[in-house]
């Protein structure tokens, strides 16, 4: 179940999601960029750059054009899914030693909110 948590710092508030991240999933190491997050940035887009020389040395030996587009393919997709699933935890772990504290989280406020509303 992904869950919004809510952490303060400095009376200043940040939503955070747990669980896959789909934009990273779609937009790769673009997202930690866009949340300044450059450590993480540099290791997805080292990590990229790295698979892509092994991987087309590795291709180059196959001649079928479609193969090798089809085995690219493939490999982004796991890659895209490997960055999606490990990087919102990522991120939080980040935040936490930036000195945020959890304040709260969504889903419990929710059922504190339905649990009120049951009893009036």
């Known amino acids: ?3 919004t948590i809510v ?7 940040k939503l955070v999601k747990e669980g896959f991240s789909w934009t990273t ?3 790769g190491f673009f997202v930690p960029l866009f949340r300044r997050d450059w450590l993480h940035a540099g290791i997805f887009a080292g990590i990229v750059f790295v698979v892509s020389i092994v ?3 590795i291709l180059s030996i196959i001649e079928d054009e479609i193969l090798r587009g089809t085995i690219r ?3 982004s997709i796991i890659l895209a899914t490997a960055f ?3 990087y919102n ?5 980040k935040l936490l030693k930036e000195g945020w504290k ?3 989280d969504e889903n419990e406020k929710k059922e504190e909110i339905e649990i009120e509303v049951e009893e009036i």
């Open 1 to 3: 179940m992904k869950r």
């Open 7 to 13: 952490l303060e710092k400095d009376s200043n508030e």
């Open 25 to 27: 999933f779609f937009f």
């Open 55 to 57: 991987i087309g040395n």
């Open 73 to 75: 393919i493939i490999i």
């Open 84 to 86: 999606g699933k490990v």
């Open 89 to 93: 935890g990522l991120y939080i772990k």
């Open 102 to 104: 959890i304040k709260s």
